[in-house]
T-cell receptor, first 114, second 111 residues
Framework: KQEVTQIPAALSVPEGENLVLNCSFT??????LQWFRQDPGKGLTSLLL?????REQTSGRLNASLDKSSGRSTLYIAASQPGDSATYLC?????????????FGTGTRLQVFP | DADVTQTPRNRITKTGKRIMLECSQT?????MYWYRQDPGLGLQLIYY???????NKGEISDGYSVSRQAQAKFSLSLESAIPNQTALYFC??????????FGDGTRLSIL
């Protein structure tokens, strides 16, 4: 059974720091991995999607990497800002299902203080 | 206007009541999903639909039912609500192999 774990559960950093959020999954048979951002009282916003054949994806100050063989992904945030404060979720789409089923981690709650 | 709209945004009700949560989307996607989010458990898939005639159970479908009234509308029902169904409910939509787009959620409390 696929399980997704995110460490740390919470992180507090000063503005301007570069930081890394970690996501690990137990079964490497995946179609893709997706990183989301969730703001309080809001839904999830898709940040980056990495296909299983890809190693990384970049969008602005965000860079996500994928090492499928070791079951790991990282989300790198450069020059963090208070507006980056949110909960970050990763989710994998496992192979072997006739669906777009996503399995989510429990998230990392990030606070960036001025 | 939001791409995925959920109504109501908040609901408090009593055990045993029937509740319907509604979702509509303007993205023109065929695929729609219902999730619930509990603290410390992440999101779990309740039901999903690939088109109007294709509805499937997710991981935690017991106690729930759905209706796909049109391509753009997908509603979730709790026939007889119980307290452990208190959670945050999300609707999402996507194209094939594309990122899922989420609504802002419905916070449901069952007393």
């Amino acid at each position: 059974k696929q399980e997704v774990t995110q460490i740390p559960a919470a992180l507090s950093v000063p503005e301007g720091e570069n930081l890394v959020l970690n996501c690990s999954f137990t079964d490497s048979a995946i179609y893709n991995l997706q990183w989301f951002r969730q703001d309080p009282g809001k839904g999830l916003t898709s940040l980056l999607l990495i296909q299983s054949s890809q190693r990384e994806q970049t969008s602005g100050r965000l860079n996500a990497s994928l090492d499928k063989s070791s079951g790991r992904s990282t989300l790198y945030i450069a020059a963090s800002q208070p507006g980056d404060s949110a909960t970050y979720l990763c989710a994998v789409r496992p192979r072997g299902y006739n669906t777009d089923k996503l399995i989510f981690g429990t998230g990392t709650r990030l606070q960036v203080f001025p | 206007d939001a791409d995925v709209t959920q109504t109501p945004r908040n609901r408090i009700t009593k055990t045993g009541k029937r509740i319907m949560l509604e979702c509509s989307q303007t993205k023109g996607h065929d695929r729609m999903y219902w999730y619930r989010q509990d603290p410390g458990l992440g999101l779990q898939l309740i039901y999903y639909s690939f088109d109007v005639k294709d509805i499937n159970k997710g991981e935690i479908s017991d106690g729930y039912s759905v209706s796909r009234q049109a391509q753009a509308k997908f509603s979730l029902s709790l026939e007889s609500a119980i307290p452990n169904q208190t959670a945050l409910y999300f609707c999402a939509t996507s194209g094939p192999y594309q990122p899922q787009h989420f609504g802002d959620g419905t916070r449901l409390s069952i007393l």
